[in-house]
């Protein structure tokens, strides 16, 4: 073989060896740090890149969030309850330099920190609080992990306490002032319910003897107004009947005899009865002279009929 042949053979081989370790692929998840002689160099975007072989050295840093499971640890809460306490935290890579080069172990790094501040934090909460503001202590964690893993190139997305768990004694108890509470919220409950329907009954009862009162007055009302209006209707007639003899009598121009004997009339009308009665007439000169006249009529007509 022809040496010169042989030497470009081998240059081709040492270039395609070349290019073939100097290329390297990047996923769309990762980020590539290039250290050059173990110095940091640059970093390298997702895609198809090109290094230098066996001069750098490509360290590829997952920028996905990052899960770290906080091991369970017992926690003594500001009324001096231990409990025990759950939790997980995630992060998310923003800076890979800092996260390769700033710690040395990311994951315990953060469970011990996580850890510490987790007993910090329930630590200045009583037992009820911790109990029912997870939504506070996962804000508050995460805002103080959130700042002291700024250094490290990482951001924490959200923490999240999967449970609390208090010593069986202590649960015991509060099952029981949960169960004492029910009741007594039952009792007043149906203290409220009966009082409100023995309210709602003296209600009813009070609507209706009103309502009754009323009909009653109503009643009265009109039979009232019915005897008032029977009343002036008989007065009316009689004050007419009264009204019509007395034009009768004055157009009929009666004579004294004919009062006289109405006035008899009138006397024997009143003296009916058994009981003892004095009848004195106002005008006794003038009945007694028509009485006379009567008489002597009277007498003339009995000569008259002798003779």
């Known amino acids: 073989m022809n040496p010169l042949a042989f030497i470009v053979i081998a240059v081709i081989a040492v270039i395609i060896a070349y290019v073939v370790l100097g290329l390297k692929i990047v996923r769309q998840h990762e980020l590539g740090l290039v250290e050059r002689f173990g110095k940091y160099e640059n970093t390298l975007d997702p895609g198809l890149q090109l290094i230098v072989p066996f001069i750098d050295r490509i360290r590829r840093v997952d920028m996905r969030e990052i899960v770290v499971d906080v091991p369970p640890q017992e926690v003594i809460t500001r009324d001096n309850v231990v409990v025990t306490v759950d939790a997980v935290v995630y992060y998310q890579a923003t800076d890979p330099k800092k996260l390769v080069y700033a710690v040395q172990n990311f994951v ?20 009820d609080d911790a109990l029912t503001s997870r939504e506070l202590i996962n804000s508050q964690l995460r805002d103080i992990l959130d700042e002291a893993t700024d250094v490290w190139g990482t951001k924490v997305v959200r923490v999240e306490i999967q449970r609390i768990d208090p010593p069986a004694d202590v649960t015991q108890a509060m099952h029981r002032q949960m169960k004492a509470e029910r009741d007594r919220r039952a009792i007043v409950t149906e203290a409220e319910g009966d009082k409100r329907s023995k309210i709602l009954q003296a209600e009813g009862v009070k609507q209706s003897r009103i309502l009754e009162a009323e009909g009653q007055a109503e009643a009265i009302k009109q039979v009232a107004e019915a005897e008032k209006f029977q009343k002036l209707t008989v007065a009316e007639g009689e004050g007419q009947a009264i009204e019509r003899v007395f034009h009768a009598i004055h157009n009929g121009d009666p004579t004294d005899d004919l009062i006289a004997i109405k006035y008899l009339e009138a006397l024997q009308g009143v003296a009916n009865g058994t009981d003892t009665k004095i009848f004195l007439p106002m005008e006794m000169s003038g009945i007694l002279g028509s009485i006379g006249a009567i008489g002597e009529m009277f007498n003339k007509d009995g000569e008259s009929q002798a003779s």
């Not at 315990?108 to 037992?127: C, P």
């Open 108 to 127: 315990l790094a953060a469970t011990k920190l996580a850890q510490t501040n987790l007993r910090n934090v329930i630590g200045d909460l009583d037992l």
